[in-house]
């Protein structure tokens, strides 16, 4: 039987005029019943034919697609810039209900609904039990995969200590929420308030964190209030975090990773300290004690203490990759003499603008020579931030202590990235080693990264410097000259050293003229003289460059 208002398909259509014409063959209008449904159906077809190209993109394109339109956290509820009046956003089950198609390829990938990032200042009342029944919703549908999660409650500090309890309170069911998956963790945030005991919960934790790569602590700090016991007796059962690789720490004390219970460490190898508390660059041997297989280590060298102790001296045979963040040159050249570092292949160095009231960048220079020599590391990449704290010469000397240099990225005001930069970095001029140095005699001539193969630069300073632009920009001439003779192939020690990448960041200032001249200058004689090595040859290496000038 056909349903009232119901076209069927086509091959019912056919089957139900066989039946049909079979059980009452005297029957005169059976083939013009049959005619008239398939015409019907044929209608209907045309009808419902997708009206837009998306509607035939195959489900693969179409999985690309949303998943793509889906943020790094599909549920988001967290308080916007500008008070903006809609704090949560939940784009992932906003997409399921678009259509049934697209419903279907959402709720296929567990993926979109995993990550989770929840202010607990925002959840109150009514919507706190909104939000983690949405919350459940999103764990359900995430199934297995490993869950990114992320807990804010640094708002909860503008309230008194009884309004932060009883928040607190209201809120323990969602962090109990976030601890029952805590098989499924892959990367976790906690950014609280300094009386939230984060620390107190972690020591629950028991068991293996089979997915858990990554744990971030911001503002995770415990001085007046702790109402769990931080103290672990000797047979506590830590928890197994095999493939635990990256941990954060900002605005936090880097010993209460200790009090905070039972994750074992052993496993990590990249180590960030961002504005910890009690100068935590004075505890660096504790790093590499705490982390024996440190590879990557970020930390934020900030001003003296009231009182200081001499760093121990530490040597690390697996740390690769060294971030310091310096806002005192005295601080860090503590912290270059007490480090040998013989596996360092990667280095960055940011100066803050602080560091120029102080006086001990000759003794930071000294330190960072002596640590080099110390540990005979083969650097490869260097990142360096220095603005107008350090001069050309400076630079340049600093440039002969890296002779195995391979990737440059320099940072710096453009009147130490001058002319005579430029002009020493060319290779067919040769840089006399400064005097005094250990080994070498004055006649003795090297040349600047004789390795060099890639080359960023970024030239700050335009918008705020008060000389004439016209005689602190590098001649373009010098830029262009210093890439051309980086490009023939240069073989040192079985290794041919060809610069195959240049970038250049110099934006001019609007309305200053002769910025906007030198940058047109420049960009059209690297487009012309450097028209050849965009191609390679066996003269050379093909040649990536690119300008941000300003100029357009």
């Known amino acids: 039987m056909v349903a009232p208002g119901r076209i069927p398909s086509t091959s ?173 963790w892959r990367r976790v945030s ?15 934790l028991m068991g293996t964190f089979e997915h858990l790569e990554e744990v971030r602590f911001v503002r995770a700090v415990l001085y007046n209030y702790q109402p769990y016991d931080a103290a672990l007796s000797d047979d506590e059962p830590y928890c197994d975090a095999p493939n635990l690789r990256t941990l954060e720490l900002s605005s936090t004390n880097v010993f209460d990773i200790e009090v905070m219970g039972t994750i074992d460490f052993k496993h990590v190898t990249s180590v960030i300290l961002n504005n910890c508390y009690a100068h935590a660059w004075q505890h660096i041997g504790e790093v590499f004690r705490l982390f024996p297989h440190l590879q990557q280590l970020s930390i934020h060298v900030d001003s003296y203490p009231e009182s200081f102790d001499n760093i121990p001296h530490r040597s690390s045979q697996t740390l690769q990759s060294l971030t310091m963040i310096v806002e005192s040159f005295g601080a860090a050249a503590e912290v270059n003499a007490a480090l040998t570092l013989p596996s360092l292949t990667h280095l960055n160095l940011s100066f803050h603008s602080s560091c120029k009231s102080d006086s001990s960048k000759a003794a930071w220079m000294d330190s960072f020579q002596a640590m080099l020599r110390r540990s005979s590391c083969q650097l490869q990449s260097l990142n360096f931030v220095c603005g107008d704290l350090f001069t050309t010469d400076e630079v340049t000397k600093l440039s002969s202590w890296l002779p195995t240099l391979t990737t440059l990225s320099l940072d710096a005001d453009c009147q130490t990235l001058s002319t005579r930069f430029f002009e020493n970095l060319t290779l067919h001029s040769s840089l006399a080693v400064p005097s005094g140095s250990e080994g070498v005699s004055d006649a003795k001539l090297v040349p600047v990264f004789p ?5 960023d630069i970024k030239l700050s300073g335009l918008h705020i410097q008060h000389t004439q632009p016209s005689t602190s920009l590098p001649i373009p001439e010098s830029i262009v000259s210093m890439i051309q003779s980086r490009q023939a192939v240069i073989t040192i020690t079985g290794t041919d050293a060809t610069l195959s990448h240049f970038g250049l960041c110099a934006l001019a200032r609007e309305g200053v003229e002769s910025e906007r001249e030198w940058a047109k200058r420049l960009r059209s004689m690297m487009t012309v003289r450097l028209r050849e090595y965009r191609d390679a040859s066996t003269g050379h290496r093909r040649l990536t460059h690119s300008l941000e000038l300003g100029e357009m």
């Open 12 to 184: 019912k259509v056919s089957s139900f005029w066989l039946v049909l014409k079979a059980s009452q063959p005297d029957f005169h209008g059976t083939e013009t019943v049959g005619a008239d449904l398939t015409k019907k159906r044929i209608a209907q077809q045309d009808y419902v034919k997708p009206s837009s190209p998306v509607e035939n993109l195959p489900t693969e394109i179409l999985t690309l697609i949303l998943a793509l339109a889906c943020p790094e956290y599909g549920l988001d509820v967290i308080k916007r810039a500008g008070g903006f009046s809609c704090p949560s956003t939940v784009p992932t089950l906003a997409i399921s209900h678009v259509c049934s198609l697209w419903r279907n390829v959402v709720l296929s990938l567990p993926s979109l609904w995993a990550g989770i990032r929840l202010d607990l200042a925002l959840l109150t009342g009514p919507v706190d039990y909104h939000f983690r029944e949405i919350m459940r919703l999103y764990i359900d549908r995430s199934r297995r995969v490993g869950l990114d999660l992320y807990l804010e409650a640094s708002g909860l500090q503008k309230l008194s200590r009884s309004q932060q309890q009883i928040a607190f309170a209201q809120h323990d069911s969602i962090i109990r929420l976030f601890l029952d998956e805590r098989p499924r």
């Open 451 to 455: 390795r060099l193969t890639s080359l």
């Open 190 to 204: 906690f950014d609280v308030s300094h009386d939230i005991s984060i620390f107190g919960y972690m020591q629950e």
